[in-house]
Nanobody, 121 residues
Framework: QVQLVESGGGLVQAGGPLRISCAAS????????MGWFRQAPGKEREFVAS????????YYADAVKGRFTISRDNAKNTVYLQMNSLKLEDTAVYYC??????????????WGQGTQVTVSS
């Protein structure tokens, strides 16, 4: 079965960097756009970033543009989110998601279990 396993979350000071990863299995990785989403306490889940199947196209939420970078390694079936200049408001559970190329835009087929990122002052 399809599994998306996030790792690398933790506690980081404001202004610092952190990189989180998502390892995918049980699917043909290059058929999937990959995305990162996050959900803060008391808030709805929101889009963070996405990357096309061969990394030709990336999208970012305005809140993270210029600070976060999404990338993927198709040989390792892994997608990354490099987060720099972290702010307190970046604190959230970060989820990895996979969207088959035929699935409608904005709809994701598989989700990971999430990894907690906490930014402290």
């Amino acid at each position: 079965q399809v599994q998306l396993v996030e790792s690398g979350g933790g506690l980081v000071q404001a202004g610092g960097p952190l990189r989180i990863s998502c390892a995918a299995s049980g699917l043909t990785f290059t058929r999937y756009t990959m995305g990162w989403f996050r959900q803060a306490p008391g808030k709805e889940r929101e889009f963070v970033a996405s990357i096309s199947r061969y990394a030709g196209t990336t999208y970012y939420a305005d809140a993270v543009k210029g600070r976060f970078t999404i990338s993927r390694d198709n040989a390792k079936n892994t997608v990354y989110l490099q987060m720099n200049s972290l702010k307190l408001e970046d604190t959230a559970v970060y989820y990895c998601a996979a969207k088959l190329w035929t699935t409608a835009a904005g709809q994701y087929d598989y989700w990971g279990q999430g990894t907690q990122v906490t930014v402290s002052s």
